[in-house]
């Protein structure tokens, strides 16, 4: 996901820049391909703020200094602490690979949603974007996309063509949240 925003940025087909690309890994490839597309990176984690209060404050801060006017949650699988979540309420995005409020919540990531959706016998599937909230993925839905899951679907080839459908999808409403919705993106503040 976050590569595609990356290119979609460079090539001026998003209208939106990135400010900052924060990861709780030190060895992320999002670290590594932001700095790559000579965007600032940070590290904040467990590791760098023992304390959750302290690593929430370090998120919202850095948000803030960098004028960030939206989050994306792409690929970040960590709780928000109170702090990042107040500041940036109504700002922050994230996607999931199902049509929500299926399969999701605490556990239900990657390949297990995909794993589910077989077991289930489900006729369809596909990608949510949403806003967030305290609870793993709760929060206004902002748009879904539908794909049929095929007699012959294997939990890979149900995972690419889902990860194909969410990044589609997350692109085409970060276009729409700029050109239709920009006072989304305006200061928090």
């Given at each position: ?13 998003l209208?939106?820049?990135v ?10 490839g ?12 940070a590290?904040?984690s467990s590791k760098?703020?023992p304390?959750?209060a302290?690593?929430d ?6 948000l ?50 995909h ?18 909230e305290?609870?793993y ?18 939990v ?11 990044r ?16 989304l ?5």
């Open positions: 996901m976050l590569q595609a925003v990356l290119d979609a940025t460079q090539d001026h087909s209208g939106a820049r400010n900052v690309v924060i990861s709780n890994n030190s060895d992320s999002a670290l590594r391909r932001a700095r790559q597309a000579s965007v600032p990176t590290h904040l760098t703020h304390r959750p302290d690593l404050l370090a998120i919202a801060t850095l803030a200094d960098r004028q960030t006017n939206l989050v994306l949650l792409a690929g970040y699988m960590k709780r928000l602490g109170p702090v990042t979540l107040g500041e940036f309420a109504g700002h922050i995005v994230n996607t999931h690979p199902s049509l929500l409020p299926k399969y999701g919540g605490r556990g239900f990531y990657g390949r297990r949603v794993e589910a959706v077989l077991a289930n016998g489900d006729a369809e599937t596909g990608a949510t974007v949403h806003l967030v305290g609870d993925d709760s929060g206004p839905i902002l748009a879904q996309a539908r794909i049929e899951v095929r007699p012959d679907d294997t890979q080839r149900l995972e690419q063509r889902v990860k194909c459908c969410e589609d999808l997350l692109l085409n409403t970060l276009r729409k949240l700029v050109t239709e919705q920009p006072t993106l305006k200061s928090t503040k």
